[in-house]
């Protein structure tokens, strides 16, 4: 079978990487000369990056956002009986981590624009059960995370901030990870501060809790043999920590590549005219928000959006939808039995949405080729209805 070259990747971890490789070789070999490959000193130099970067107290470094969002659930003491709300449309690990302790989630609709958390929907979920919020920092821009924290306070409710796509983002200036009790970041290597492996990292501006989930991460151990919780083993090794240390200097420089590139797109796809009811939505910039573009994510109107992807593919251009099946219509958690009813723009941006090339070493050129054969799909459209 004759492959399709690539005129536009939907990513290229190499190709970002590259730069940086004598910087990661020098920072490996460290590691391996000093033989601690666990609990080394990158790794509270790390701890101590994030957590000055986002604004936190504390950061404790854990092996993935998906246990970082387990670890501040478990922390808290939620089990069987309690509620936790959280969007439908976000990656499994926003709700596995729920299910995983008995609890059940609550889903809250999204808005149109951002596809973050309805703050407004989020009020009308409240029950004397709810135990925790879950807001997601989706495709690298803040839900309204002021609002959500006043509705949260006002009812004693803590805030978990799922910040996985959304290092270096902001609301009103203060940083993700920084507003909830808990912050939880991932550093898959697809994610904007992205390592050669599986990382997590959680903050927090209490040093209670802090402790707390740094407990639960080393299988409740304190001291060696003796075990205060029933925790569990979610290390950041010292060479994911070494190599994200590297990472971490040149952060700020992707995000501005990833920001000129975002700005290409909605300068070149209004001057190509594809933005439009039955075409193009554009991404919506909060005013109060800094975005840092994780993802590029459009609506696709006119139920084209699956046609629309094909033909990308036959072009050679990358694309990717995140996300095709909401959680509620996840067969995993059929047993929850959710309609669906009350989460409209949940399942209207699941039929919608495409995700366009977006990474800090995509080219103009490339870019460009992105955004033809976007024009060129509506061409063909035009004349096969004609």
Same mark, same amino acid.
């Given at each position: ?191 904007? #501060? %992205?390592?050669? $492996?599986?990382?997590?990292?959680? *903050?927090?501006?209490? +040093?209670?809790?802090?402790?707390? &989930?740094?407990? @639960? ?118 047993? #929850? %039995?959710?309609? $669906?009813?009350?989460?409209?723009? *949940?399942?209207?941006? +699941?039929?919608?949405?495409?995700? &366009?090339?977006? @990474? ?27």
């Amino acid at each position: 079978m004759v492959q399709t070259p690539q005129n536009g990747p939907l990513l290229d971890v190499n190709r970002d990487n590259r730069p940086h490789r004598e910087e990661f070789i020098e920072a490996l070999t460290e590691v391996v000369d000093s033989g601690r490959f666990l609990f080394g000193p990158e790794v509270s130099a790390l701890e101590e990056e994030i957590a000055k970067y986002s604004q936190a107290d504390h950061a404790i470094g854990c092996a993935s956002g998906s246990d970082a969002l387990l670890l501040a659930l478990m922390a808290l003491g939620i089990g069987p009986g309690d509620e936790v709300i959280v969007p439908s449309f976000t990656f499994f690990a926003s709700v596995s981590c729920v299910t995983r302790l008995g609890a059940t989630p609550i889903f809250a609709d999204i808005r149109p624009d951002t596809f973050n958390l309805d703050t407004d929907h989020l009020e009308q979920l409240i029950t004397d059960r709810t135990r925790a919020i879950i807001p997601v920092h989706l495709f690298g821009q803040c839900a309204e995370i002021d609002r959500i924290c006043q509705i949260a306070a006002s009812r004693d409710i803590p805030v978990i901030e799922d910040a996985a796509q959304a290092i270096g983002a902001a609301y009103h200036s203060r940083p993700a990870g920084s507003w909830g009790l808990i912050g939880c970041f991932s550093f898959y290597p697809t994610k904007n #501060l %992205g390592g050669m $492996g599986d990382g997590g990292m959680m *903050t927090s501006g209490d +040093a209670e809790m802090a402790d707390r &989930l740094r407990l @639960f991460a080393g299988h409740g151990m304190r001291p060696r043999y003796y075990h205060q919780v029933v925790g569990i083993n979610s290390r950041l090794d010292t060479f994911q920590a070494a190599v994200l240390r590297v990472k971490m200097r040149h952060l700020d420089d992707a995000v501005q590549r990833r920001s000129a590139i975002a700005g290409r797109y909605m300068e070149w796809m209004e001057d190509q005219q594809l933005v439009g009811e039955d075409q193009i939505t554009l991404p919506y910039i909060d005013p109060n928000a800094f975005h840092v573009w994780n993802q590029f994510s459009i609506r696709v109107g006119g139920g084209q959006r699956d046609s629309m992807r094909a033909h990308l593919a036959e072009q050679g251009v990358g694309s990717e939808i995140y996300y095709p099946v909401p959680m509620h219509q996840q067969e995993c958690f059929a047993f #929850l %039995g959710v309609d $669906g009813s009350d989460l409209p723009e *949940t399942e209207r941006a +699941a039929a919608e949405i495409l995700n &366009l090339p977006i @990474f800090p070493g995509l080219t103009q050129e490339e870019q460009l080729r992105v955004v033809e054969c976007v024009a060129s799909f509506y061409q063909k459209s035009a004349r096969l209805a004609a």
